[in-house]
Structures are given as structure tokens and as C-alpha cells.
């Protein structure tokens, strides 16, 4: 049976399936709780039974002490609900709530995208998987070579993670499936801002797309009702290699539109987006990503639009 699942402070809430472990189906939903190994070593998973009763799913190496197991701590990825809970666990909000992490990971598939992008898919080890936030990078290398790159997939599947590649890169070239890479990371403050209730725009542009994914996958998988409106900025119309995903979303998703502008009509768009019926600016969360000359403009607009500062969200590729 399905049970119900709170989480205290933060008040989100998810449905645990019967055989899946609560660590998994917070995961699912896009939650960023905190967790290690995944399998009940590192007891970072630990929560607090505040309301309903667990159980156990699998063995665990990680013991509580006798007054903490007596409290309601237990770990989440060695439990299921038996009942609908209530628990006390925090959640990663910004990325200083997520430590550092080094993970060999295996390359899955390397295949083009179009002309001007490459998929690159890597795979992290079961029981050691990314913990990020949509709109962070990461950095990849081997044999002394690396690079970073923003991480296009959701945080909601932290085993597979997606980057967008231009071709040309040395590294990428070599690269075949089954190669073993080290990833570390994650890399920046540019984040979902996953406690706000507001719409959310954003104005993106060529590698800017990639962190945008990641951002408008995790909004949709946590707050479906949550309006997203995307303006995609490209100066040679149908250029770009997320059209027919883009396309695809709106179709699908109530809550999701887009927009196609010139990199010289994006204020236009973007006023004509209030006057057309839209949220007022000033009432939205923004998110922009592209070139730095695209976001130094886009920013410089928002601000005259008196966009409170904490609710501009802006990263230059
Ligand atoms: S994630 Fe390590 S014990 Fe649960």
C-alpha cells in the first residue's frame, strides 16, 4: 500500500511505494535529502519518526545509539513507511548544504545531439550516486585532463547524469562507452530556488540551455503547479537543439510554455510577456543563463523592471 510522507521543516511531501526504500521515493521526487552510500553504511540518511511507523526493508551496517534509536532515528535508505509519516529531515536548499564529492563514473553513451551538440551520459556506481542541486556543474576528467560542465539532467535521477557537449573537445573525441571517468562536484550557487511558490521565467541561450534543463525538470518533477515559462533566445530561428524537447514539454505539461526570440528582442519579449497576461515581473523568479553578453543585458532589463535581487537568478557560460 501507498503511504504518505512529510517532511519537517521544510513541509514537502511524497508518496512511498510498497518495496521502495523512503530514500529512493524522496529521490524520485526530485527531493535532495541528505544521503551517502545508500545502502546503510555512512548513516547520512537518518531521520526522525515524528508521526507513523517504518519498515525495515534491508540490513544496515550503522548502528544508533540505544537513546537515538529509542528518539525515532532510523535511516531512510533501509526503510520503507508502514504508515503514512511525518519525519524530521532536512533537505538541501543551496549548495552549501551539499558537500563535496569524487566518484568514478562510468561513460554510458556518447552520441550526437545534433550538429552543434554532443550527449554525453555517465553513470555513477549504485551505492554512490551525485548529490546536486538543478543548475549545478560538474567536473570530469582523466589522465590529468578535466573540464566542467553543467549538469543537463534532473537531480531526480542522481544515478544518470546527462551533459551537453560542443564538439571539438579533446576529451569528448576519445571517449567511448565503458570508459571510467572521476567526476567531482557539484560546482555553483546557480540553483532552483525550490522553496519559492512563485512562477518561474527563464531566459536561456545556447550552453545556457543545459543548467535551464536540469532547473525546468526538477521544478516539474517537485511542483508540477508551478507555472514555468521559458524564453529561448537564438538568432537563426528553429537553430536550436532542444526544440523538439521543448515542443515535447509543451504538449505535455500544463505548466510549461516557451517563447522564441532575437538576442535584440529579448526586453520585448520579455515586456510583452507581463502584457500578455502573464504574471507580473516583479512577482516571477528568474533564471538566466547564456553568454555573458545575452545575460548582462537580460539582468540589465530585469533590473529596471525592479526585480527584487534575491529573486534573479543569473549565471554567465
Ligand atoms: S545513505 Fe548511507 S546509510 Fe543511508
Redesign the pocket.
Known amino acids: 500500500m501507498t503511504h504518505r510522507v512529510t517532511l519537517r521543516p521544510s513541509g514537502r511531501t511524497f508518496d512511498n511505494h510498497p518495496g521502495e526504500s523512503l ?1 529512493e521515493s524522496a529521490l524520485a521526487n526530485g527531493l535532495p535529502v541528505d ?11 537518518r531521520a526522525r519518526r515524528v508521526e507513523g511507523e517504518v519498515t525495515r526493508l534491508r540490513h ?1 551496517d ?1 548502528a544508533f545509539a540505544a537513546a537515538d534509536a529509542a528518539a525515532g532515528w532510523f ?4 526503510h520503507g513507511a508502514a504508515t503514512d509519516l511525518v519525519l524530521d529531515t532536512g533537505v538541501a536548499l543551496d549548495s552549501g548544504d551539499i558537500e563535496w564529492q569524487e566518484i568514478d563514473v562510468k561513460v554510458r553513451k556518447v552520441s550526437a545531439i545534433d550538429a552543434s551538440a554532443t550527449l554525453l551520459h555517465v553513470q555513477t556506481p549504485r551505492t554512490r550516486r551525485l548529490r546536486f542541486l538543478a543548475g549545478q556543474w560538474a567536473r570530469l576528467g582523466r589522465d590529468g585532463v578535466s573540464f566542467e560542465l553543467p549538469i543537463a539532467s534532473c537531480p531526480c535521477d542522481d544515478r544518470n547524469l546527462h551533459f551537453h557537449v560542443s564538439p571539438g573537445s579533446d576529451l569528448l573525441d576519445a571517449l567511448r562507452a565503458g570508459d571510467v571517468l572521476r567526476l567531482s562536484g557539484p560546482i555553483g550557487d546557480f540553483v532552483l530556488d525550490a522553496e519559492s511558490r512563485r512562477p518561474r521565467l527563464m531566459v536561456g541561450a545556447g550552453a545556457g540551455m543545459a543548467p535551464l534543463k536540469s532547473i525546468i525538470e526538477h521544478s516539474q518533477s517537485l511542483d508540477g503547479d508551478i507555472p514555468v515559462w521559458l524564453l529561448l533566445v537564438e538568432d537563426e530561428p528553429g537553430s536550436h537543439y532542444l526544440g523538439n524537447l521543448l515542443r515535447s514539454w509543451r504538449d505535455a505539461l500544463d505548466t510549461f510554455d516557451f517563447a522564441v526570440a532575437t538576442s535584440d528582442a529579448v526586453a520585448a519579449a520579455i515586456d510583452g510577456f507581463a502584457q500578455g497576461g502573464g504574471a507580473a515581473p516583479a512577482d516571477c523568479d528568474w533564471y538566466v543563463c547564456g553568454p555573458s553578453a545575452l545575460v548582462t543585458r537580460v539582468t540589465g532589463h530585469l533590473s529596471r523592471l525592479c526585480i527584487p535581487p534575491a529573486q534573479l537568478h543569473a549565471e554567465a557560460v
Not at 35 to 45: D, L, M, Q, V
Not at 75 to 78: E, F, I, M, T, V
Open positions: 530514500l544521503y551517502g552510500c545508500s545502502n546503510g553504511n555512512c548513516g547520512k540518511c544496515s550503522f535511516l531512510l535508505c533501509c
